[in-house]
């Protein structure tokens, strides 16, 4: 019976590896959920997420986003040739917290993640990683299974097996092989998918790697028992206290509302540029940035919030958050700065220090 169950299991392996490796036809359907006009029926939007119905032209709030982006991608791309020695950091911030424009965020990313270092101390490493994931990884069936429900709204991860989705299955099939004390974690796939849309595939690797170490530690996040979600929620919960009790007393009953926030920095919790935004701040500034958006969040939506029933409390959390708010992105990195600076002032900015559980106990790669 064991022989036929490995022989089964070793048959599937090798099915879900080929999916992804081998040629499609040109014109191939992508899969049968998708109605084979699909393409024809939606269009994309600035972003790359895909409509129903045909998109009208900018309103006047997007063209002035439009407008911004590419006043900003000019000064970007003139600090980006002097990078080195990098620009002040009083520049850099101010700079970064009006929105990265997405012509230089994935440059941006990579500098500020130093990815280019990183793939030369550990030249080959990745394709070691995915080689040996190919033959071991236990988790290969759970990561076919979420490649396939990433962004399936956006063009670029919409086809079954298609370029977004290829490069997914990789990153999330050789990380674990770096960590194995962590290893492969539902909600890591939306994450490289967010990095991939603006890096390429070996790249989006080592940015999850830097994201994961020292410089971020959001390998804590996903440690077994998920320690540092938990250090941040409690510490969340004391900044709410000291900050908004009643808003506090009112959502208690609600229960836990901020996994998602701090685990995969609110990544399909708030609107997708302005998630985009945060993620540029986290890049630079670090957790600070998520237990100060936590408390931004709450502080806009205050007196909405407050005039919620319990069961109207989940829905604004989790969706309504998710949809565009009254306030441009602009000005909420500015209340996300204000925040910062506020709760560096309270000496409530960041939570007491990690414990040994919540870091790598091996160096990258090793077994």
Same mark, same amino acid.
């Given at each position: 019976v064991n022989e036929d169950l490995e022989t089964l299991m070793a048959l599937e392996r090798a099915q879900i590896l080929a999916n992804y490796t081998q040629a499609r036809p040109m014109g191939s359907p992508g899969d049968a959920r998708e109605g084979a006009d699909l393409s024809l029926r939606r269009l /994309?939007?600035?972003?790359?997420? @895909?409509q129903e119905k045909e998109l009208p032209g900018l309103s006047p709030r997007e063209a002035k986003q439009h407008r911004q982006e590419t006043r900003r991608a000019d000064k970007w791309v003139k600090m980006l040739r002097n990078w080195e020695p990098l620009p002040s950091l009083l520049q850099m911030r101010r700079r970064l917290y009006k929105g990265v424009p997405p012509q230089v965020r994935g440059q941006v990313w990579g500098l500020l993640l130093h990815i280019e270092k990183v793939k030369s101390t550990h030249q080959g490493l990745y394709e070691?990683?995915?080689?040996? $994931?190919? @033959?071991?990884? &236990?988790?290969?069936?759970?990561?076919? @299974?979420?490649?396939? #429900? /990433?962004? #399936?709204n956006h063009i670029m991860f919409r086809d079954r097996y298609g370029v977004g989705q290829r490069g997914l299955f990789p990153v999330l099939l050789a990380y674990p092989s770096t960590t194995p004390e962590v290893g492969y974690c539902q909600g890591m796939s939306d994450i490289v998918g967010l990095l991939l849309v603006f890096l390429g595939e070996e790249d989006a690797f080592w940015a999850l790697a830097q994201l994961m170490s020292e410089t971020h530690a959001m390998h804590g996040f996903f440690a077994?028992?998920?320690? &540092? @979600? $938990?250090?941040?929620?409690?510490?969340h919960d004391s900044i709410m206290e000291k900050e908004l009790r009643g808003l506090r007393k009112h959502l208690d009953e609600q229960?836990?509302?901020t996994t998602k926030w701090f685990l995969q920095c609110f990544v399909g919790r708030t609107p997708f540029v302005l998630t985009l935004t945060l993620w540029d701040a986290y890049m630079l500034d670090g957790a600070r940035v998520l237990t100060a958006m936590a408390y931004t969040v709450l502080r806009l939506h205050r007196k909405r919030l407050l005039k919620l029933p319990l069961e109207g409390l989940q829905g604004f959390l989790q969706d309504t958050l998710a949809q565009p708010w009254d306030l441009e992105d602009e000005a909420v990195l500015g209340h996300l700065r204000a925040s910062v600076a506020h709760l560096r002032r309270r000496k409530c900015d960041l939570p007491p220090p990690a414990r040994p559980e919540e870091l790598p106990k091996m160096p990258l790669g090793q077994e």
């Open positions: /994309t939007d600035h972003h790359g997420f @895909l070691t990683m995915k080689e040996r $994931a190919q @033959l071991s990884c &236990k988790d290969i069936r759970q990561i076919d @299974l979420d490649v396939n #429900r /990433t962004y #399936r077994p028992g998920f320690p &540092k @979600l $938990a250090r941040f929620q409690r510490h229960g836990t509302y």
